[in-house]
């Protein structure tokens, strides 16, 4: 087991750990299975079949960057990297605080606040390194929540930054009764487990991101479209899904539909960024995408208590233009 506070140094530390054999990803417990098998459904039942409908096929023909309303609120929000094992935490808060800037954005607000990573990890229940997504999911959904990126005085915790969070979350124990009565205000209104690429076009097309658990790998150069592919290495890394480029042309020159990426590591990968993506992300193929979530566990969040249409703000031709 890595050490309690072992630290990535840069961007270009946590790929090189990680492809060293650094586990970031770790089994769930026989409880949080038992868990999600009974309070987490399919995207495909809650999103299609049940309330105001989400279309299947609602991807197609568009170019889907619901991302970009982080951008538009905080400009440096994946400019940070982890410094320690907490991957799952930063993934499943990317994919929770999308659609929370998304219906920020539709709704014409002014200011919007990322949330915290801390007290996921905190909840992984070891003070070694490491998480399942299942159990990330049970804690922000049920057994906790999520709270803002800020400085909580009256808690005696500071999440004013990520890597702040991540410090309190490295002090292991058990969460204090305070700091979980606060976060169970604030939690996410519901998960939606993916089976297809197709559910998560369509998720991504409604404004929903996703993050999972894998042992894949990507390579850490972007052509000149953006695009990255699967390597042969492996990562025990959890990543989030923010985007999808379902556009005709798209699809006669890759041959299929492109997925946007996004890690934890700030800017660990190099080559152009084009449609918009921000620091660390890249566009990968529908294929890879289909092999990340048949070996992995792949989660939709949506911060109410519905997965339902959104129709996603205008954000420009290239990147968000205002």
Known sequence: ???RNEDFKSAADCRKKYSAGFT?????????????????ESFSELAYNRGKKI?????????S?????????????????QKTGSCVDWASTTACDVNRAVRSHIAGSDKWTAKAVGPTYRYRGHRGQGMSCVTATRFVTSAGGMLEQRD??????????????ERWAMGGGTIPTE???????????????????QELADANANGYAAFGCSGLAWRSTRDKYGVSRLSRGSWSHALS????????ETRDRHGQRLFAMANSWGSWN??????????????????DVATWIRRGHVTVLSSVSTISPLELPDYGIDGFLG
């Not at 279309?55 to 170019?63: N, P, Q, T, V």
């Open 241 to 248: 899904c923010l985007g999808v480029d379902d556009r005709p």
């Open 179 to 197: 700091i979980i009565n606060q976060c169970q205000k604030h939690q996410v209104g519901k998960a939606a487990d993916i089976s297809t690429p």
């Open 55 to 63: 279309r299947y096929g609602s991807s197609a023909d568009k170019l």
């Open 1 to 3: 087991m890595p050490p």
């Open 270 to 287: 190099s080559g152009p960024r084009p449609n918009g993506l921000a620091v660390g992300m890249w566009w990968t193929p529908e294929e």
């Open 152 to 165: 909580y005085p009256k808690l005696g915790v500071d999440f004013s930054d990520r890597n702040a969070g």
């Open 65 to 81: 960057r619901p991302w970009l309303s982080i951008v538009k609120f905080d400009p440096n929000y994946f400019d940070q990297y």
């Open 24 to 40: 970031g990803v770790l089994a769930p417990s026989i409880e949080d299975t038992r868990w999600t098998s009974k309070n987490v």
